[in-house]
């Protein structure tokens, strides 16, 4: 049997395509031996290839290009094609198929956000298959459009001029079925007289009656020349839906934000569901919540930063609701539990470290209580079996930390390096510790069932959830204790500074080592990401940035200042020199501290300072004494003691500040592993009196150095080295992938995240054009997310009242209102600026729960700040906001809940067309 592959795809010089297939004659999968198609028609982009099938009786196949300028494939979007043939054999069969190309705004419908939640099939319907017509010369045409957009109720159905196809009449359309949602399917027999074939797509009512049709032309099939096929498949054609393009509304929440009634003081799985409840209520079809990662490393507050995961399998176990555990057989533990977590839940704020107690103690209670029937549970056999491979070294990881009473395993003896020996020693069911290791499968086994409950009864309700994935990991954490290869444990992560931290941050996560994961195809990430997709359909990259290049800071040091990209292309001695630069390493690249310069940093600690921690080696010029010549040295030797006065901790907060800038008064840093031969320019090094007392020459030089480093030199080698990762980890799982890509974005990453189809973030006050003070909604693509406000930012009236310049330019220039600014942010202007975001072209427009309830004078909270949750230059911000509402009481709010929905379906965000 000859199967004839036709696709139209305008190439590049250097480009090729080729067809891979599950098939020995298809290259058996693999593209680079698969075998090349032929160019047939310039013009159009028509590539051409016939193949000699035998013994298939189907087969999977995809379309490559292969570029020859760059030595790699690129692979089309979505899930392999299959043909199959024994329903239907033939001589010849024709594949006139469509390149799927990953930045279609039609191919986001078709993630998982869609296909389980928002757009789930509705009744299933009969495919009409066709018979040839052996006394006349026909050909079997096939019908298998790509359309997710369809509501239960209604079905895909074709027209044409052909007899079979109804002669242009709706009530006698072909009808199609869909065995395989979203593909529709279809037969028709087309005689050969009929050809050139014209037809159109509808949308029928089950009954038959037409919908709409699509707004495109006729669609033309002509028959190829040469041998007449018996069979012609049009292979995923999109339905061109007279409407706009599908656009919904979402709400952000924090899950320990959440407030019910019976609760213990912070938000638990369960209570997503009275979320959705409320979801589907106002009209909104997405909530987007914070990272939900185990945290406990010191059994503190601290613990409450949810960025820092000792795991990026496990669950918190915060967000547990006991009562769905069961209760305790001891009526007083009983009641002494239930009523402390009556009183942290009446409480405005978590308490987070007695949260942790009353949960923990209630978890060893029920373990010794259940644990003869638990371990024992098929069901949680099952969860255990497929979750082996990191639950075992978590709960060994846990009782260590506890033994230790620290999560730094430096610091555990020989317990530091895990190996296959020592996991299976520490969790041997005979061993005499066992139940404080089992404690954590229990644990871990209910916060699975009560998230896949709420992830469950969210896709039941058409709400999808959208999980946030990290950029980084805790240094002190089970992955980097049992993968210490993959990380970089001596460098941090972090951001450079910018308007939000002059100093930049330090989130001090050890950088991924990108080259050693390379090395099974990031293996560690799909695992991570499919094991996130049994919970969400849609899921945040936080800091998306990080692919393409990380800000990465040395052990040594703590400001975000000392940083530098990696990757990076440095300037080597030779370079430098070529381009003008007298370098002097020491002027340049030690720190520059002079007599004149230390007063204004240390006043009258200067003399104390200078006695202690410099060391003068030229009348006026100084080194830093050893002790403090880095700044993770002073960060140590001045540490903040609970016990000090505030004098003294004043007075070593000038010393230490005072000894970081000191430090970071340098122009050049030194790329690692270069031995001293290459070198980074320093973010804001023109803050730098070392910068500000060289020579103009010397400053225009670095100036042009500056700029290059920091805006083009990298751009094409920072997007080769996304292009080898984000493919990876968008095939790995079919969620919707949004990247959070703010900061000091690279020019080459709205083409990367457009081409992978990957959402980008607005937020209004941090536009992508650094040329303008606030983004306009107006002006966003569809590919993104909208949304005033973030958990790193204040809320809309939290900002409103921060700046009252910033608010009135707003008003008049945004809002376009004459005249004074109100200086509290009325409900009126809180809506105003909501409404704007929902008439944005945007896919998706997401709003902070507190800006939601901003527009109700009576809702909201009393006090603007008392609705943020994070402060990102507070590496010591203690995180637990919490709703002041109950999610019941929310529910209830008929006036405001009309309001809301009006607003979203008034925007075009409430209906599927």
């Not at 019976?262 to 009209?283: P, R, S, Y």
């Not at 490393?297 to 547990?320: C, E, G, K, N």
Request: glycine share 6%; charged share 25%.
């Amino acid at each position: 049997m000859v199967v004839c592959f036709q696709i139209e795809y305008k190439t590049h010089p250097g480009q090729q395509l080729v067809v891979a297939g599950s098939v020995k004659e298809l290259g058996g999968g693999n593209p680079a031996n698969a075998p090349f198609m032929t160019l047939k028609d310039v013009k159009s982009g028509i590539w051409k290839l016939e193949v000699d099938i035998e013994k298939a009786k189907e087969f999977h196949y995809r379309y490559f290009v292969k570029d020859d300028n760059f030595g790699t494939y690129l692979e089309e979007w979505g899930p392999d094609r299959t043909l199959v043939i024994a329903k239907r054999p033939g001589n010849l069969i024709l594949l006139s198929d469509r390149w799927r190309s990953a930045s279609d705004p039609e191919y986001a419908l078709h993630s998982s956000a869609f296909l389980n939640a928002i757009l789930k099939p509705g009744k299933s319907f009969d495919t009409p298959l066709a018979v040839a017509d052996d006394k006349q010369k026909s050909v079997v045409v096939r019908f298998k459009p790509n359309v997710v957009r369809v509501i239960p109720g209604h079905r895909v159905a074709v027209s044409g001029n052909a007899k079979s196809l109804g002669k242009w009449k709706e009530n006698k359309a072909l009808a199609l079925g869909n065995p395989e949602h979203p593909l529709w399917f279809g037969e028709a027999v087309v005689q050969v007289n009929e050809f050139p074939l014209k037809y159109k797509y509808l949308i029928q009512y089950e009954d038959g009656k037409t919908a709409f049709w699509e707004k495109t032309g006729d669609r033309v099939l002509r028959l190829p020349e040469g041998e007449l096929p018996d069979i012609i498949e049009i292979g995923d054609e999109k339905f061109d839906f007279p409407q706009y393009p599908w656009k919904g509304a979402g709400v952000a929440v924090p899950v320990f934000a959440l407030r019910r009634k019976n609760g213990f003081g912070v938000g638990e799985f369960t209570d997503l569901k009275l979320l959705v409840d409320w979801a589907v209520k106002v009209g909104i079809k997405l909530i987007q919540i914070l990272p939900v990662n185990d945290t406990v490393a010191r059994h503190t507050w601290q613990d409450s930063y949810p960025y820092a995961a000792i795991s990026v399998y496990a669950m918190h176990p915060m967000y547990i609701n006991l009562l769905e555990i069961g209760k305790l057989n001891s009526e007083t533990s009983q009641q002494i539990i239930d009523a402390q977590g009556h009183y942290l839940n009446s409480l405005k704020k978590i308490d987070y470290e007695a949260v942790m107690a009353l949960k923990s103690r209630f978890f060893k209670l029920i373990y010794d209580q259940q644990k003869s029937e638990f371990l024992k549970d098929p069901d949680f056999l099952e969860f255990f079996t497929g979750n082996e491979y990191w639950l075992r070294p978590y709960a060994a990881f846990s009782y260590l930390r506890d033994l230790f009473n620290t999560p730094d395993f430096g610091r555990w003896g020989e317990y530091s390096k895990p190996t296959e020996e020592l996991l299976e020693h520490l969790t041997n069911e005979q061993s005499p510790h066992f139940d404080d290791i089992a404690v954590h499968y229990l644990i871990q086994y209910y916060a699975h069932r009560q998230l896949l409950d709420a992830a469950n009864y969210a896709r039941s309700k058409g709400v999808v959830l959208k999980g946030d994935i990290p950029i980084g990991i805790f240094r002190n954490s089970v992955d980097a204790w049992q993968h210490p290869h993959l990380y970089n444990m001596d460098r941090q992560a972090g951001a450079p500074p910018d308007d939000f931290s002059d100093k930049g941050q330090n989130w001090r996560f050890p950088t991924y080592n990108w080259d050693e994961m390379a090395k099974d195809n990031y293996a560690w990430w799909q695992q991570r990401l499919r094991q996130l997709s049994l919970y969400f359909d849609a899921f945040r990259i936080d800091h998306i940035l990080g692919f393409f290049r990380i800000w990465e800071i040395p052990g040594d040091q703590v400001e975000g200042l000392m940083g530098y990209f990696n990757p990076s292309i440095p300037y080597y001695r030779d370079e430098l020199q070529q381009r003008g630069l007298w370098f002097d390493e020491t002027r340049m690249c030690k720190p520059y501290i002079r007599e004149h310069l230390l007063y204004e940093r240390f006043g009258d600690l200067t003399q104390y300072v200078k006695d202690n921690f410099l060391v003068e080696y030229y009348p006026g010029c100084f080194n830093l004494h050893p002790d403090v010549d880095t700044q993770k040295k002073v960060e140590q030797k001045f540490a903040i003691e609970p016990d000090m006065g505030p004098d003294e901790r004043n007075r070593l907060e000038r010393i230490t500040q005072g000894l970081y800038s000191l430090i970071s008064e340098v122009i050049f840093l030194e790329a690692p592993g270069s031995g001293g031969n290459a070198f980074f320019p320093r973010n804001a090094l023109h803050f730098t009196r070392s910068y500000q007392e060289l020579d103009s020459q010397s400053k225009h030089v670095i100036n042009l150095i500056y700029q290059d480093y920091f805006y083009r030199r990298n751009e094409e080698f920072w997007r080769s080295k996304a292009m080898a990762k984000l493919p990876v980890l968008k095939k790995a799982t079919n969620m919707l992938l949004c990247g959070e890509d703010l900061g000091m974005v690279p020019a080459c990453v709205p083409d990367v995240m457009n081409e992978l189809g990957i959402l980008s973030l607005e937020v209004q006050r941090m536009p992508k054009n650094p040329k303008i003070t606030f983004g306009h909604p107006a002006d966003y693509p569809y590919l993104s997310v909208a949304t005033p406000s973030s958990h790193d930012t204040s809320t809309i009236r939290g900002w409103w009242e921060e700046n009252h310049g910033m608010s009135q330019k707003f008003y008049n220039e945004i809002l376009g209102i004459y005249g004074e600014a109100p200086y509290f942010c009325e409900p009126e202007v809180v809506k105003q600026i909501i409404v704007q975001h929902l008439y944005s072209p945007s896919m998706w427009a997401v709003f902070p729960i507190q800006d939601l309830l901003g527009m109700d004078a009576g809702l909201r909270m009393q006090h603007a700040p008392d609705e943020r949750i994070n402060q990102p230059g507070n590496p010591n911000h203690y995180w637990r906001y919490r709703m002041h509402l109950n999610l019941e009481d929310l529910a209830e709010q008929e006036n405001f809940n009309l309001m809301l929905k009006g607003l979203i379906g008034d925007a075009g965000r409430l209906d599927i067309y």
